[in-house]
């Protein structure tokens, strides 16, 4: 979110077995809290982001998208929209894994990163991001080996980074693994998105009879 004036910026990011909000000035950290639920992301949400000064009020309101969890995606998505009509503050989205690749090219001289993460089912969520970050391809949903059989050698980020670097015989990783919203200031603006719908990685389950 380089580039921007300072303005008070509410991130919700429960995509994944961690909930975390932070409240930001910019892109500089005011409060936040991150903790690893596995479950019980609906019980805790509300309560860390009223934990955040002032309630956590914001200019503008960030939420992750997806993919990840089924349920936080829809409850970080319920409860920004919710704030936003009451606090009339704009609510932006963005994916989960971009959040997790910019954690992981923070700092680092890197030509991109690949992030893996948990998906259902026993697959994996699996995208390729280069600096920025920028989006090099559209995000997968594979069965281990599949990810493991993807060309390219860039180092991992997320969940499954360690799993995959195993499966593909090599531990080049960038050790971070679950995203949190404290970081969501290293987010570039063109990847904010203004339509709020989850992001799924992979098809329905349940299909209608032909």
């Known amino acids: 979110m380089s580039g921007e004036a300072a303005k008070r910026t509410l991130a919700i990011e429960c995509a994944t077995e961690a909930c975390s909000v932070a409240l930001l000035e910019g892109a500089e950290v005011v409060a936040s809290s991150h903790r690893v639920l596995g479950r019980g992301h609906a019980e805790q949400l509300v309560p860390m982001i009223a934990g955040l000064p002032g309630k956590g009020r914001a200019d503008r309101i960030l939420v992750s998208l997806g993919p990840g969890s089924f349920t936080g995606v829809r409850i970080g998505i319920a409860t920004a929209r919710a704030l936003g009509l009451a606090w009339q503050a704009?609510?932006?989205?963005?994916?989960?894994?971009?959040?997790?690749?910019?954690?992981?090219?923070?700092?680092?001289?890197?030509?991109?990163?690949?992030?893996?993460?948990?998906?259902?089912?026993?697959?994996?969520?699996?995208?390729?991001?280069?600096?920025?970050?920028?989006?090099?391809?559209?995000?997968?949903?594979?069965?281990?080996?599949?990810?493991?059989?993807?060309?390219?050698?860039?180092?991992?980020?997320?969940?499954?980074?360690?799993?995959?670097?195993?499966?593909?015989?090599?531990?080049?990783?960038?050790?971070?693994?679950?995203?949190?919203?404290?970081?969501?200031?290293?987010?570039?603006?063109?990847?904010?998105?203004?339509?709020?719908?989850?992001?799924?990685?992979?098809?329905?389950?349940?299909?209608?009879?032909?």
């Open 90 to 210: 704009p609510v932006l989205g963005y994916p989960t894994l971009a959040l997790v690749a910019a954690m992981a090219l923070a700092g680092r001289d890197l030509s991109g990163v690949t992030v893996c993460m948990t998906g259902g089912h026993g697959e994996w969520f699996v995208q390729d991001f280069g600096p920025g970050p920028v989006l090099l391809g559209p995000v997968q949903s594979l069965v281990p080996e599949a990810a493991a059989g993807r060309n390219g050698r860039l180092p991992l980020a997320g969940s499954q980074a360690t799993a995959l670097a195993e499966r593909r015989g090599d531990h080049s990783w960038a050790g971070i693994t679950l995203p949190d919203a404290a970081q969501a200031g290293l987010l570039p603006t063109g990847i904010l998105s203004e339509t709020i719908s989850p992001i799924y990685g992979r098809g329905p389950d349940a299909r209608l009879p032909g």
